[in-house]
Structures are given as C-alpha cells and as structure tokens.
C-alpha cells in the first residue's frame, strides 16, 4: 500500500509476522435485506438498522431498536450473534459505508436490518473488536470509498467486501489490541456520561436559579413552601423582590442594540477583527483564524463597535439565539449583519448574569416566540430589544453568575479530557491496527483488559 505525505510516496506495509487476508478469509460475509416493514405473515422482529451501527461503536442491550418483521429463514440467517462484526454498507456519500460496530448483545428477535452487511467471525482466527478497529481505519476506509458505486446513493458490492485486505498479526496480539480498544472506548464512554450528567445537573440549577433565586441565607427561594415571595411576570413567575424589565432598557443610551457590518469588504491582515458568527457560536476561535477589516471599514460602522464584556446574539440563520459574551482579550471588534450586539448597562444588569439569562429557557423561549421564517429563519432587533429579563439586585446576580460559571467550568474541563481521550484513541488504534506500535509479549490479552 502507498501512500501520499508532504509530496513524496511512502510504503505503509504490516510487519513480517502479520499476514494480509481478504476478509472473506475470517468472516462469513452476509448482505442483509431485512426492511422496516411488518408483515403479519411474518415473525415479529427487532431491527438492528443503519443508525445503529452507525453511531455506536458496540451494539448492546442499551439501545431501543426498531420493531419489524422477518421470515423464519431471514431471522436465521441475519439474527445477531455475540462477536458478530456490521458494517454499513450504502450511504448517501462513501465517507460513510464501511463503518463498523461489534455485536455485544444479541437476542433470539434481533436480526440485522436492510443497508448492512453482517461479517460472522471466525473466533479462531479473528478478535471481532480488533477486526472492528482495523476495519475503521483509514487505510480500509480509504479501500471501501474506492470500490463504492453509485451517484446519489454509493454501495459496496459483496466481492468488493469480501476482497478487503485485512491484517492479522497472531490471535493473542489481536485479543491484546482489542481489550485495549475497549478501555479507551470506555474511559471515553465513561467520560460523555459525566458530561452528561453535569449538562443534566447545569440545566435544572439554571432554570431554578433564575425563576428562584437565592434568599438571604443562599439557598434556593421555595415558590411552594413561601408563595408570598413570588409574583407574576412576562416571563413566570419570579420573586418578589426581582424586577422585570425588556432589554432595551437595560442598555447604555448611547450603545443601542444593533447589528454590524453588512459588506465587511476586503480581507486586512492588520485591520480590526471582524467578530462572525462562526468565530464564536462553537466556542471562541483563535484569533489568528479571525477575519479583519479595514480601519476606514471599521469606523463606518462605529455604531456596532464591540468591546470586552458585551454579549452577543447571533439573529439570522439556524443558529438563531446563539448566544456568547465577547471575551477579555478583544479591546475592540466590529460584528457582521448576522450578529446583534447587546452591550449591558452593568448599574442595571451584570453582561455575565444577562449571558446565562439569554441562554436559559427564559431567553430563548422569547427567541423561539419571536423568530420569523422557515427558510432563513431570523430575529428582528425590535424583537431582541423586547426580550424580558429578570433582575435580581446586583449581588444576587453576581452570585447566580458565578455559581453557573463554575458549574460550567466543570462541563469544560470535563470536555477537554473527552478531546484529549478521542485524540489518544484516533492515534493509539491506528498505531496499533497497522504494527505500527506492538503490544509487548509480556502484556497477556486478560491483562490488558485490567
């Protein structure tokens, strides 16, 4: 096999003690063609379909699969055995055909469904997680793409299956390489379900910190137990002691809410940075990926000059109501078209305490309530500018603030370790499918799994 790096030909080949075998060698290939439809003369079935495979990496009994029907002879031909390998084997595009998962649960009404192809293992010969693996690696990822047919729709053929070249160092190697496939895969599984979980948690302290907020002793206002403490508003019930107040009120009157730049014009490498929605609606970029624009440019457009602090709302497009807070190391931007620009009068409301007021549901109800158009949908600024805020007194938003800051730098750090973790497995497997990184002979396979 060659491959293409920085312009020159590299041979990437297994090392001499691994032996290369079409996968027809190890694995009974069976194309499924099991659809979603019921048939009362047919046996009531589960279906493990496209989806499944798909998005997971392993097939277990966590999943909800989809209710079909299947003959006698296609349940015993297509149902799921414990080792099984699937792959997807027609898509819409042929990134995405030979994608695989291995099989940890089966039952006797769970049959593989239509668009996959059913790889049965021969345990003596192959490891079905190591199999999995390497069939997830680019070197194969790259074969199916090439032998994909189709225009609209791509598919493998059974022979093209079949002929995939797969490598196989010894059983006891390839046991080795899966259990700790599997512990990478579950440290990461582990570490989603914290995130989760913190999402969860962040989620129902921010809908009760900002309908009930803290009382003199920093516990949480009980609208149940103290209904006397609440009072109706536009947006629900808050406590008494909270004023309500639109957004257009609680802005400097010199710094109105507006939209920026509608031609940002040519690029400057040293003009002023030109905030667009997609610099921060995934989190921040860096700032060398930042577009920039003319002083002259910038200056035209003095009204919608943006500054630390500020908050900003993205009101054109899918991402309508992304809402983000201008950070510290911008002095001073400009914002295009697609983005308004809020900046808070901190006397009246705190920008940190009014940035998690947008992203809650109180905010973007009012966004969901306001938004025009199917197509493009959008938000007028006279609509923004009518958006209902509660506000606490000051150190009570200052608090809140903070509390849901923390919490968020929790679901941060726990997201970087999840990064750090997909990187680690992207590399260690690829290292380890193809020998470029050997498992020592000291490792016996039951203790990798340890």
């Not at 769970?110 to 021969?122: E, I, P, Q």
């Not at 680019?138 to 079949?162: E, I, K, S």
């Not at 940075?273 to 610099?279: E, M, N, P, Y």
Request: with cysteine.
């Amino acid at each position: 096999m060659t491959l293409k790096r920085k312009g020159q030909s590299v041979d990437i080949r297994p090392p001499e003690d691994w032996r290369e075998v079409p996968l027809a060698g190890v694995v009974d290939v069976r194309f499924s063609g099991v659809d979603k439809l019921t048939f009362p003369s047919e046996e009531p079935v589960r279906l493990c379909n496209y989806i499944d495979v798909y998005k997971n990496d392993y097939i277990t009994s966590d999943l909800e699969f989809m209710r079909g029907s299947a003959t006698p002879a296609e349940i015993e031909r297509f149902g799921l055995r414990v080792g099984d390998v699937i792959i997807t084997k027609d898509s819409e595009t042929p990134d995405d055909i030979g994608v695989p998962a291995v099989v940890d649960y089966a039952a006797t009404d769970l049959v593989c469904g239509y668009h996959l192809g059913l790889l049965r293992t021969d345990r003596t010969q192959v490891d079905p997680t190591f199999l999995a693996k390497q069939l997830g690696h680019h070197r194969l990822a790259r074969y199916f793409g090439r032998q994909a047919n189709g225009l609209t729709r791509y598919g493998l053929a059974r022979a093209a299956v079949r002929n995939a070249p797969v490598w196989l160092p010894k059983l006891e190697e390839q046991v080795a390489i899966g259990c700790l496939a599997r512990l990478v895969d579950a440290a990461i599984a582990q570490t989603e379900a914290v995130i989760a979980k913190l999402n969860q948690v962040r989620a129902g302290l921010l809908h009760n910190l900002l309908t009930r907020g803290l009382d003199e002793y920093g516990q949480l206002r009980d609208p149940i137990a103290r209904p006397e403490q609440f009072h109706d508003s536009p947006i629900g019930r808050i406590p008494r002691a909270w004023q309500f107040k639109q957004l257009k009120d609680l802005v400097p009157a010199d710094r109105r809410i507006t939209y920026g730049i509608v031609q940002p014009g040519h690029f400057d490498p040293n003009g002023v940075l030109l905030i667009r929605g997609q610099d921060y609606i995934s989190g921040w970029a860096v700032p060398d990926s930042f577009f920039r624009v003319t002083s002259s440019r910038h200056e035209a457009y003095r009204r919608s000059l943006t500054k630390a602090q500020d908050l900003l709302i993205c009101i054109v497009g899918a991402t309508t109501g992304a809402v983000a807070q201008v950070p510290s190391w911008i002095d001073e931007a400009n914002i295009t078209q697609t983005t308004a620009r809020i900046g808070c009068d901190a006397s009246e409301i705190l920008p940190r305490f009014a940035f998690h007021v947008l992203r809650s549901d109180v905010g973007q109800k009012q966004v969901r309530r306001y938004i025009k158009g199917s197509a493009q949908p959008g938000l007028n600024l006279q609509d923004v500018e009518v958006f209902w805020m509660p506000v606490p007194q000051p150190e009570e938003q200052r608090t809140i603030a903070r509390i849901l800051d923390c919490l968020g730098e929790d679901v941060t750090t726990t997201e970087t370790e999840l990064t750090k973790l997909c990187y680690l497995k992207s590399g260690l497997i690829a290292d380890l499918c193809t020998g470029c990184v050997r498992v020592p002979d000291t490792l016996h396979p039951a203790e990798a799994c340890v």
